[in-house]
């Protein structure tokens, strides 16, 4: 009796641990469908509306919408710049910079900032069109550069600046912006 007894337990605990396995088998599935699905899809933060429509930004890469408005607003922060704002204008400039490419940008930025610094010499610039690249991380803005010393403003001149953009993870940092050459400016 005893050895029939101890069989039946015995038959019941492998049962028992039979279905553990089968249990255990199928959670530690559905955990990596839920990590492959996790890691594949495209992940999406909704920011607040600045224009005329919601924005958002997504792993799969920056809308163009998105795109425009940034460099709109990189324009104005890095073309407007006087001798009272340049330390300001700089760190918010290296703010926006990719770390990886920081050291170029900020050694260009010293430059202005030495040249800048102690004379009445400023800057702003009004925006005229925009050419947005999306797929190639690019923007052109086009518009009046306007040159003012003291109170008088002494050049008006039309530019177009490149700002070239990387995107990692959710992140749209400026890798650097300059003023685009064309034929007629490089022979001056």
């Known amino acids: ?23 255990a088998a199928a959670l530690a599935g559905v955990t990596a469908l839920l ?6 899809r495209d ?9 005329r429509s919601p924005v958002t930004i997504s792993s799969s890469g920056v ?27 700089m760190s918010q400039v290296l703010a926006i910079t990719s770390p990886r490419t920081q050291g170029q940008v ?6 202005i ?8 010499i400023a800057q702003f610039f009004t925006i005229q069109s925009l050419e947005i690249d999306p797929a190639h991380l690019t923007s052109e803005v086009s ?9 008088k403003v002494v050049s008006n001149e039309r530019r177009t600046f490149r700002y070239t953009w990387e995107y990692t993870g959710l992140s749209l940092r400026l890798i650097g912006f300059g003023m685009v050459r064309t034929g007629k400016e490089q022979g001056r």
């Open 35 to 40: 990590a492959l699905l996790g890691m594949s």
């Open 143 to 151: 518009g009046d550069l306007h040159t003012v010393v003291g109170d």
């Open 63 to 89: 809308s163009r919408d998105y795109l425009e408005m940034v460099t709109r607003d990189v324009a104005v922060l890095t073309l407007d710049r006087s001798p009272q704002n340049l330390d300001y204008w």
């Open 106 to 111: 900020k050694a260009d930025l010293l430059k």
């Open 43 to 51: 992940r999406e933060v909704v920011l607040q509306p600045v224009l």
């Open 113 to 120: 900032l030495e040249e800048q610094r102690g004379s009445s």
């Open 1 to 23: 009796m005893e050895l029939s007894y101890s069989h039946a337990l015995n038959q019941r605990v492998l049962r028992q641990r039979n279905l553990l396995v089968i249990v």
